[in-house]
């Protein structure tokens, strides 16, 4: 009551919601409202395309906040965390919502370049080595079948039971790719636990708080999903040139795990090094053994994942 009446006569005749905060009723002076930060409404904003073209330009413009954030975790690991920690958040997204944008775009651009590390086939389950589920998925497969995989093996591709195998593991690689979206996250509290874990064992200066290596791992998580992409789409890009010149060899050898295995090696070495130093606080010394020890816990991270993967699948397979 007292603040409408203070309000000057010509407001009132105006649209309130153009003038005062909706949130906390303070006059606007500027886009955004200086006592809670909400945004003023502009003419048109509900329009879809208003709506499309802010979403795009969110995600798409080089100096946008995803843009930005995915610059700085490629160009400095490390920093993007510690200055979140700063207070300096303005310029880039914020840990979540980044997180869940990478996730997007891994799941959506990932499938359309073939991107198969996160959704696992029933084939790969079988094979994977080192693993803790191997042996329980081709028990799982023989129960299944009532047959054993070296029979199955030795059968012809138009026999009976290779068909229903292949039935199989169709139905099971469709809910494993689905059931890969939301395990993804697992991925989360087992870097949260690694980061944690590894920085209690040295020295207490270089100690951070539960909310860093929460906002460490989302962030690295992220990393992890984009440089794949990123791998992915520079290698598809290469091979397609060198097709063009009539070299098939050279998509072949990029597009295969002795070339990609080493390559995203490369990626994850070089957030390590980088997030041990601007993150941790190492020494290069420390921050060159953070580096080398960030490849088997990512692969360890990912071995873990695969099983969970596997028995989740397994368990929701009607
Ligand atoms: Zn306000």
């Not at 795990?257 to 090094?273: E, M, N, Q, S, T």
Request: hydrophobic share 45%; net charge positive.
């Amino acid at each position: 009551m007292q603040r409408s009446s203070e309000r000057p006569a010509d407001v009132a005749s105006d649209t309130p919601s153009s003038l005062a905060c909706p949130t906390c009723a303070t006059p606007f002076d500027g886009p955004y409202c200086h006592q809670c930060g909400e945004r003023k409404l502009r003419p048109g904003e509900f329009s879809f395309w208003f709506w499309l073209r802010a979403l795009i330009a969110r995600f798409t413009q080089l100096d946008g906040p995803f843009a930005k954030a995915t610059i700085s975790l490629f160009a400095r690991p490390g920093s993007l965390t510690t200055d979140y920690f700063r207070g300096k958040r303005i310029p880039y997204a914020r840990p979540i919502q980044y997180f869940l944008v990478a996730n997007v775009i891994f799941f959506v651009v990932g499938a359309w370049l073939g991107i198969d590390t996160l959704s696992t086939p029933l084939r790969s389950h079988l094979r994977s080595r080192p693993s803790f589920h191997a042996q329980d998925a081709r028990s799982w497969v023989e129960n299944r079948l009532g047959t054993t995989l070296k029979d199955l093996e030795a059968r012809g591709a138009n026999d009976e039971l290779t068909r229903s195998f292949l039935a199989l593991s169709d139905r099971f690689d469709v809910l494993g790719d689905s059931l890969s979206r939301t395990l993804v996250f697992s991925l989360v509290p087992m870097f949260f636990a690694a980061s944690f874990f590894l920085t209690r064992l040295t020295k207490s200066n270089r100690r951070r708080l539960v909310s860093e290596h929460f906002v460490s791992s989302l962030h690295f998580v992220g990393y992890f999903l984009l440089a794949q992409v990123l791998l992915f789409a520079l290698f598809i890009g290469v091979g397609g040139i060198a097709e063009a010149f009539g070299t098939r060899a050279v998509r072949a050898f990029l597009l295969h795990d002795r070339a990609l295995g080493p390559a995203l090696a490369a990626f994850l070495v070089w957030y390590g090094y980088g997030a041990a130093q601007r993150f941790h606080g190492f020494g290069r010394p420390g921050a060159i053994v953070m580096a080398l020890t960030l490849l088997p816990v990512s692969f360890g991270a990912l071995t873990i994942y695969r099983s969970l993967l596997f028995y989740v699948t397994q368990w929701q397979f009607a």
